[in-house]
């Protein structure tokens, strides 16, 4: 399984995209940084350009514990609401300042709230392989209140431009597809919850995803007295759960085992594997399919 972190600050990247990045955020990220080293696990650390300016020594030992260092943009700036060229710089700032402070080549990417849009497709990935990224990992195959995209879409574009494309987990029932595997869903269900309907996720392709900030039980208090109260729905839907987080995180690196996009897929040995398996199946592109596709080994439409 793919263990991966959007590494945000919530006041900037939610609350306001001009507050400053605080020290919540590095904070945060040690202690997750401490989880995974207790349980041996590595992940892909999805970053925001902001954050690794303000604390490029975070970037670094992020990767100097063998973690994937990956660009979640710059400013948390919704992709849809930019102009191509917009997009383009946001990409190019955001891995410069990653590579700048991790010291490593960065090939993944995830829009910030997943904010992509079949319309973008051409100009998106035209930013992402001009920045010399391989994956995206920003597509929901169903739609939700903030993101997702409910209807087919061709994945032709990304494979035109060499990128792959890895969905995010979601559980099936009937025709209707529902996320669960992460952020808000992992904070409010109950581990038992979790762990029956990951049970029946492809392992080798289901990916988990989570923010620091879910670790983070005294922000609100400082949220409330930093820039006033906030509305209920916010309170509801970004803080309730947060307390129960760590200890459903150890149970979940017990039960399964987490790495990184870059080790699991980008590694010489598993890019030639890749290769093989698509040359066997008669196959060109590698895109990966969706952690509940278990018969096709390449997603080129959903």
């Known amino acids: 399984m793919i263990f991966s972190i959007d590494v945000e600050d919530w006041a900037q990247s939610v609350l306001d995209n001009t507050n400053s990045v605080s020290n919540r955020v590095y904070d945060n990220t040690l202690l997750l940084l401490d989880i995974l080293e207790e349980h041996k696990h590595k992940a892909t650390f999805f970053t925001l350009g902001n954050v ?6 975070l970037i670094r030992r992020i990767a100097d514990a063998g973690h994937e260092v ?12 930019l102009t191509p060229k917009q ?17 490593a080549k960065v090939i993944g990417f995830r829009a910030p709230n997943f904010s992509i849009r079949e319309y973008l497709f051409e100009w998106y990935c035209e930013a992402l392989a001009e920045n010399g990224l391989k994956y995206d990992s920003s597509l929901f195959p169903m739609k939700v209140i903030k993101y997702g995209i409910e209807k087919k879409y061709s994945l032709k574009i990304f ?21 669960f595997f992460g952020g808000g869903y992992f904070r409010l269900l109950p581990y038992s919850v979790t762990k029956h309907l990951s049970s029946k996720l492809n392992e080798e392709r289901a990916v988990f995803y989570m923010h620091p900030y879910e670790v983070d039980t005294g922000e609100l208090a400082v949220v409330k007295e930093l820039y006033g109260d906030i509305p209920l729905k916010w309170r509801l839907s970004q803080f309730v759960g947060r307390g129960s987080v760590e200890t459903k995180l150890h149970k979940l690196m017990t039960d399964y085992e987490f790495t990184s996009f870059e080790k699991e897929f980008y590694s010489q040995e598993q890019e ?11 196959r060109t592109t590698s895109n990966v399919a969706s952690a509940f596709d278990t018969k096709r080994d390449i997603a080129t439409s959903i």
Not at 70 to 81: C, L, P, Q, R, T
């Open 87 to 103: 997009v383009m710089e946001d990409v190019t700032n955001s891995v410069k300042s990653l590579e700048d402070a991790s010291g």
């Open 70 to 81: 990956a660009s979640h943009g710059y400013n948390h700036d919704a992709i849809f609401k």
């Open 52 to 57: 690794a300016r303000k604390h490029p020594e």
């Open 272 to 282: 030639k594997k890749t290769i093989l398996r698509g040359l066997q199946g008669g």
């Open 159 to 179: 494979n035109e431009y060499g990128i792959n494309e890895h969905y995010l987990s979601y559980m099936k029932i009937g025709k209707h597809k529902f996320p």
